[in-house]
């Protein structure tokens, strides 16, 4: 497929912490749904080659249908590589009957130590092609702020 997304933000906890967050079921439940979704995950392994299995619903569908149902995005996700606290590298597919949002897309977390804290880069690879590249980087967006908000309270 070939399509690349990115996101990035400085945020103020140490990359210990933000590494964390990213393999810890609950904080995963409450930072990762980008604004107007709720998510939940129903299967979780957190290791090299484990993975998730995520529902996120829509608070209002109306505008914004979902892949797997008209109120949902299920999707399952492969930890493929895990360099704490550096680097976590997820594939994920999306459940969907619609072949534009098939395939297995690349999420690449870095996390790099910066003055202010942990500057922290998403980076999604093979993107489905029935995925907006501005709605998905303004989703991204909306979870590195919520993940943000999350950990600078915790730390």
Do not use: C
Not at 21 to 46: F, K, N, T, V
Not at 123 to 141: F, K, L, M, S, Y
Request: hydrophobic share 40%; net charge negative.
């Amino acid at each position: 497929m070939g399509r690349t997304h990115h996101a990035s933000r400085v945020i103020a906890a140490p990359p210990a912490t933000v590494y964390d967050a990213l393999l810890d079921r609950e904080s995963l439940e409450a930072w990762l749904p980008p604004d107007g979704m709720r998510g939940s995950i129903e299967q979780w392994d957190p290791r090299p080659g484990g993975g998730f299995r995520m529902v996120l619903t829509y608070l209002d569908p109306t505008d914004s249908p979902g892949k797997t149902s008209d109120a949902t995005d299920v999707v399952d996700v492969a930890f493929a590589d895990l360099m704490p606290p550096t680097r976590v590298v997820q594939r994920a597919v999306f459940e969907a009957d619609d072949p534009s949002y098939a395939g297995t897309m690349t999420m690449t977390w870095d996390l790099t130590a910066a003055d202010a804290g942990t500057e922290v880069t998403v980076t999604a690879t093979d993107v489905p092609p029935g995925i907006d590249q501005a709605a998905h980087e303004a989703g991204i967006a909306s979870s590195l702020a919520n993940l943000a908000s999350y950990v600078e309270a915790a730390d």
